[in-house]
């Protein structure tokens, strides 16, 4: 069965930097890519972009450019978040999601993993 | 960006009940549109996609329909799980967007 594991929560100071892992098992990883996606504490889902599992190419949404940064261990079938320069406003959870096709031409998430949690304090 | 736009925000039921929640695309999406299930401290869970196909597994109560820029999704008969947080996407063009989401509550 198809599962993305995270890792766990992290509390790190301002400025500092985290990397999140999400392992994929029950698939072919590299057939299907990852998308990472955060939620503030109480808020909604912000979708922050994709990496291609096959060519390891990262797309960043708008407002994530510059201090997140996605990336790919194949041979672990694990994808990577990391965040730089931390900032108070960068708390949320933070979650993985594989993408299928819906046999129109569309991608949706079908699986997301449990999520991490990124504190950032003093 | 697409920017979608669920009603209403927050709506209390009690369980056997039917409701109804629409999300509205500022432009079309075609069918490029999932619903998501989320409950408290856990991750999304995909109920819907492309606007009404029933992901498998998930309960026959739920329902999609909808194409162009409205869409609803409709649960049946509420059972005491399904008070949740309730989230529809679009896949149509990046960046996906999500909607606000629309909490639903015991009455």
């Known amino acids: 069965q198809v599962q993305l594991v995270q890792s766990g929560s992290e509390l790190k100071k301002p400025g500092a930097s985290v990397k999140v892992s999400c392992k994929a098992s029950?698939?072919?990883?590299?057939?299907?890519?990852m998308h990472w996606v955060r939620q503030a504490p109480g808020q909604g889902l912000e979708w922050m972009g994709w990496?291609?599992?096959?060519?390891?190419?990262?797309t960043y949404a708008q407002g994530f450019t510059g201090r997140s940064v996605f990336s790919l261990d194949t041979s672990v079938s694990t994808a990577y978040l990391q965040i730089s320069s931390l900032k108070a406003e960068d708390t949320a959870v933070y979650y993985c999601a594989r993408v299928q096709p819906d046999g129109a031409g569309g991608y949706y998430f079908d699986y997301w993993g449990q999520g991490t949690l990124v504190t950032v304090s003093a | 960006a697409i920017r979608m736009t669920q009603s209403p925000s927050s709506f209390s039921a009690s369980t056997g009940d039917r409701v109804t929640i629409t999300c509205r695309a500022s432009?079309?999406?075609?069918?490029?549109l999932a619903w998501y299930q989320q409950r408290p401290g856990k991750a999304p869970n995909l109920l819907i996609y492309a606007a009404s196909t029933l992901q498998s597994g998930v309960p026959s109560r739920f329902s999609g329909s909808g194409s162009g820029t409205d869409f609803t999704l409709t649960i049946s008969y509420l059972q005491s799980e399904d008070f949740a947080t309730y989230y529809c996407?679009?896949?149509?063009?990046?960046?996906?967007?999500f909607g606000q989401g629309t909490k639903l509550e015991i009455k």
């Open positions: 990496i291609n599992t096959n060519t390891g190419n990262p």
């Open positions: 029950g698939y072919t990883f590299t057939d299907d890519a």
């Open positions: 996407q679009q896949y149509y063009s990046y960046p996906y967007t």
């Open positions: 432009q079309a999406v075609s069918s490029y």
